[in-house]
């Protein structure tokens, strides 16, 4: 096999859409939102992608509308650079750099940036190194140090700053503390309030400022919302409105100030009406809100999810369009990632209790498959709720299989196997059999083998290991049914097919580990210990391999596919090991670690994650095969992975190969050439393609062509007046020229176009009737010229004859009026 060395891995989706506040551009028809290393822009009115600006290396922590243009935007990014760019088109206008601290080796990151409009310099949010709180500081724009106004700021708050729209002071949380001041003062001169409670651990979440009041708002992890008001005093004014019961997550002002939008772990969006304490909801949002914003127009209102979704909400509290990104797991060190031919995208865990199926390229979800059945259930101030969680799947031609846990310390656990058929009619998967604790315990891994065109007469098998130290062969098996009811015996007999256990086994008293199912479904590898077990289709002892030199106990294994489909490749906490299943013995090995193990089944490929930031793709069979790939560190350790198919016969195995971060984000090895062409192509995309035309555009086509042949100018068919004229004086050396005054007859008339030289012909046989003895002919030849009308002479151009008998009389006629006004070309200096 030949892989390309060129290759680098790269974020091809997934990255977080809620991990920083978006905003709206200044006529509300776009909201840009910070994506990893890029900003991403969306349509108000469709949801779709409008363009993505990705001229930042590093992750973007900041997108906000420019002051000084609101038509454009600022968007920062950790290291310090700003670019003041276009959302209609993704144009860069101008680069900022911040300046950056280093200590010991060891950058400063920023971590906010804020361009109020009333304020005349910028602020960013800056974290030094080994620091858990974060530094607020003023800069000026052409990167020079700037002025600490706060010291400490509270991070990873979705509000920690803000500043009131007149420019008169800003506002800081850190733990139960609520910096004010104004800038161009000193830090020791902004003042400090607690909050209320702050002996009992309460804390301030997130700050805001009115619109334009001199007043702010503030959050507290008991719910609360505090007003605070008089903010020149020394003891302001609070009044506190109180309808969450777990902490506050963000909070933002309407444009005119008169309602306060808040929201927290309850997923449901507070309207409050200000200062009567009225309030309006939006139930049922999904997951836990973390972020909100408000359109310049008042329209609309930006939600953003635990679950990296975004909702725009109408003023009249109607979700009205949502924006999907790769759902991310909460709490569970486990993953899911498979590859789905049907559909071309890929299988990983959702919401809580959730499938979701996810296309990478279209950056986009299809669908998602609710496994659990069940209402997500949000926390309690004390906390205790544990939802359904799906824990393993395997999925294999039309079969989905799912195993679902919960457990909440003092009940349970319950542990549900569900098999899922595709239903080809409903286009979904529909629930076949469902067997409640199918093990004394947790399950530990899932397999599912499909038969397809390797063997004759195959059937899929499903296998299962578990906490009861056992593991349990699965597989489909028909069914006589008979209808109850007196029309009994009326009815003929309903066959049905359901999973049933077909058999199990265990090995000396070891929990059993990973598991894996040969190519042609003949072996079943299920580890126990240190020993990996080989067992037949019956569930009948083989062998058990042990490596003498390694006690440690198996963490990974895999069959191999193709010509490599007799060998086992296990993984232990040190070493990589790959057995020959014919002959019992070791072929090869490797002292690593490997995270995470994953074999092609379209080609013999085999790649293996290591702790030390490494990627091994190798084919079991040849261990010159072995090729090392470096790995970003941010991504360790990896979670899943898997290969999607060949799209040729010679695609590489690596550029095939993806896999998922420790944050959750999809990554594969592409051409960084190819991904930035792609980039660029992907910026291009122009405003009007995503947006609904209005009515009266709607009638009006994109391209318009007409069918009217319109007469060609007489310069295009003619070509340049006077060309080849130029062309024969610039070739001829000037030392050869004839005298000057034989040039310009001949020159000039070039330049004249055959309608310049017929009205002239006219007033130049006027001019020399009065010398010319042959007065009646020339009169005759002027009056036929002077006559002609204007709208008759396109179509006496039409007759070559008249033009050539036009053009010679118009030189005659040139020779004997314009012949003085050229004398001095011949006159001696």
């Known amino acids: 096999m030949t892989y390309k060395s060129h290759l680098t891995p790269r974020c091809r989706t997934g990255a977080s859409l809620v991990k920083h506040k978006g905003t709206f551009s200044y006529d509300s028809k776009l909201f840009l939102v910070p994506s990893g290393t890029s900003v991403k822009v969306y349509s108000c009115a469709t949801g779709e992608r409008a363009g993505t600006f990705s001229e930042h290396n590093t992750e973007v922590v900041a997108v906000v509308r420019n002051p000084e ?62 620091a858990s709180h974060g530094t607020l500081e003023s800069v000026s724009r052409d990167g020079a140090e700037g002025q600490v106004l706060v010291e400490k700021v509270t991070l990873g708050s979705s509000s920690p700053v803000a500043f009131s729209s007149e420019g008169g002071f800003y506002a800081a949380i850190y733990k139960a503390k609520l910096f004010i001041g104004t800038t161009g003062l000193p830090s020791q001169s902004a003042s400090m309030f607690r909050a209320m409670g702050h002996k009992k651990g309460v804390k301030f979440c997130c700050v805001t400022c009115h619109p334009s009041e001199p007043s702010l708002a503030t959050g507290d992890s008991l719910g609360r919302i505090t007003i605070w008001q008089g903010l020149k005093e020394t003891n302001p004014v609070r009044t506190i409105h109180h309808w969450h019961t777990l902490p506050v997550c963000d909070l933002a002002y309407t444009v005119s100030g008169s309602f306060l939008l808040s929201g927290g772990g309850e997923c449901v969006l507070v309207k409050w009406s200000l200062p009567s304490g009225g309030k309006q909801f939006v139930p049922r949002m999904g997951l836990p809100i973390c972020h909100i914003a408000t359109s310049p127009d008042a329209t609309l209102i930006l939600t953003a999810h635990a679950d990296n979704c975004l909702r725009l909400v109408s003023s009249q509290m109607n979700v009205v369009q949502q924006v999907q990104g790769l759902a991310l797991s909460q709490g569970s060190a486990r993953e899911l990632l498979f590859h789905d031919p049907r559909s071309s995208a890929l299988l990983l865990r959702g919401l809580p209790g959730h499938l979701q199926f996810y296309q990478p390229h279209e950056d986009k979800q299809l669908f998602c498959l609710d496994v659990v059945g069940q209402n997500y259930m949000t926390q309690e101030r004390e906390g205790g709720i544990v939802n359904t969680e799906v824990v393993l799947a395997a999925l294999a031609d039309d079969w989905l299989v799912t195993v679902e846990h919960w457990a909440d310390g003092s009940l349970g656990p319950e542990t549900r196997l569900k098999f899922w058929r595709f239903d080809h009619v409903l286009q979904n998967f529909v629930l076949d059999t469902s067997v409640y604790a199918p093990h004394n315990g947790p399950l530990k891994d899932l397999q599912l083998y499909n038969p397809g065109s390797k063997s004759s007469g195959g059937t899929f098998l499903a296998l299962t290991t578990g906490d009861d130290r056992k593991f349990r062969l699965w597989a489909p098996q028909d069914e006589v049914a008979v209808p109850d009811g007196p029309a009994a015996a009326l009815q003929s007999q309903v066959h049905v097919s359901s999973w049933n256990c077909i058999g199990s086994g265990s090995f000396r008293g070891f929990v059993a580990g990973k598991g894996s199912i040969s190519q042609d479904g003949s072996l079943l590898a299920v580890g126990f210990g240190r020993s990996a077990t080989l067992w037949s289709e019956d569930c009948a002892l083989r062998a058990a391999l042990a490596h003498p030199q390694c006690p440690s106990s198996i963490t990974e294994l895999c069959f191999g596919q193709g010509a490599s489909s007799h060998l086992l490749t296990t993984c232990t906490e040190v070493k990589l090991i790959v057995w020959d299943i014919i002959c019992l013995t070791v072929l090869w090995e490797l002292e690593c670690t490997v995270t995470c193990l994953v074999a092609d089944v379209s080609t013999e490929a085999v790649a293996a994650f290591c702790s030390n930031n490494s990627m091994l793709l190798f084919e079991p069979r040849i261990k010159d095969s072995v090729q090392t790939n470096d790995v970003p560190a941010e991504c360790q350790p990896v979670r899943a992975a898997t290969f999607l198919p060949s799209g040729s016969d010679s695609g590489d195995a690596l550029q095939r190969l993806c896999f998922l971060s420790k944050e959750q984000e999809l990554y594969s090895w592409v051409d960084d050439t190819k991904e930035k062409e792609a980039t660029k192509a992907h910026q291009s995309l122009k405003l009007e393609s995503v947006v609904p035309p209005t009515p009266f555009g709607a009638l009006v086509a994109q391209e318009t062509r007409s069918a009217v042949a319109t007469e060609a100018p007489e310069q295009h068919r003619l070509g340049l007046s006077g060309f080849r004229e130029v062309r024969q004086l610039l070739d001829v050396a000037s030392h050869t020229l004839p005298p000057m005054t034989s040039l310009y007859e001949n020159l000039l008339s070039a330049f004249l176009s055959n309608k310049e ?31 002609m009308d204007v709208d008759q002479e396109p179509r006496e151009c039409k007759a070559l004859d008249t033009n050539k008998t036009a053009q010679d009389s118009s030189i005659d006629s040139i020779k004997l009026a314009k012949a003085k006004h050229f004398a001095w070309l011949t006159k001696k200096r």
């Open 757 to 787: 030289q017929r009205k002239r012909l006219g007033t130049k046989h006027k001019e020399a009737t009065a010398s010319d003895d042959d007065e009646a002919m020339s009169q005759d030849e002027s009056d036929s010229d002077v006559g």
């Open 69 to 130: 243009n609101l038509v454009q935007v600022l968007s920062c990014s950790d290291d310090g650079v700003v670019y003041k760019w276009d959302p209609s088109d993704g144009s860069v206008l101008k680069k900022h750099e911040i300046s950056i601290h280093v200590e010991d080796g060891k950058e400063s990151k920023v971590r906010g940036f804020y361009a109020p409009p009333s304020f005349s310099s910028w602020f960013v949010l800056r974290q030094e190194p080994d």
